[in-house]
């Protein structure tokens, strides 16, 4: 299938797409911080450099975009119609680092929480984010 804008505005628009700060990232940030917990952003020392790190907590969150890293079942994670083999290889290699990502945190002694793009809005991500301080991630 032939995409329907042009190449350079593609990747104009593909160029837009952020990986740090979006908005359900902001949304787990502000919860977080209403419900107390100090957090440092991003810390590229840790696997996969996770979105957010409690360390007092000895805890990372990680707020995935649900169309990028393949959340199972949603909406939000279909396959593109055209260049399927890319996409395929793409979404696989996401998957694929996310999962070593994990394992390596929680080898060094990490507890990893997975905030999904479609659950970052949700009454219970207040529940589960608060489940941190009682070591239940």
């Not at 990747?11 to 440092?40: C, D, W």
């Not at 694929?96 to 009454?123: I, P, Y």
Request: proline share 4%.
């Amino acid at each position: 299938m032939v995409d329907v804008v042009d190449k350079a505005t593609r990747s104009r628009m593909m160029s837009g797409i952020r990986a740090q700060n979006t908005k359900p990232e902001l949304k787990v940030r502000k919860i977080l911080h209403a419900a107390g917990f100090r957090y440092r952003l991003h810390v590229r020392t840790l696997p996969g450099s996770p979105d957010l790190v409690l360390p007092r907590h000895k805890a990372v969150v990680f707020v995935h975009g649900c169309f990028w890293h393949r959340h199972r079942g949603c909406r939000f994670a279909y396959m593109p119609k055209s260049n399927k083999a890319f996409w395929k290889k793409k979404f696989d290699a996401n998957v694929s680092r996310d999962r070593r990502s994990g394992v390596e945190l929680r080898k060094l002694g990490w507890r990893v929480l997975t905030v999904w793009e479609c659950r970052a809005n949700q009454k219970g991500l207040n529940r589960t984010i608060r489940s941190l301080s009682q070591g239940a991630c």
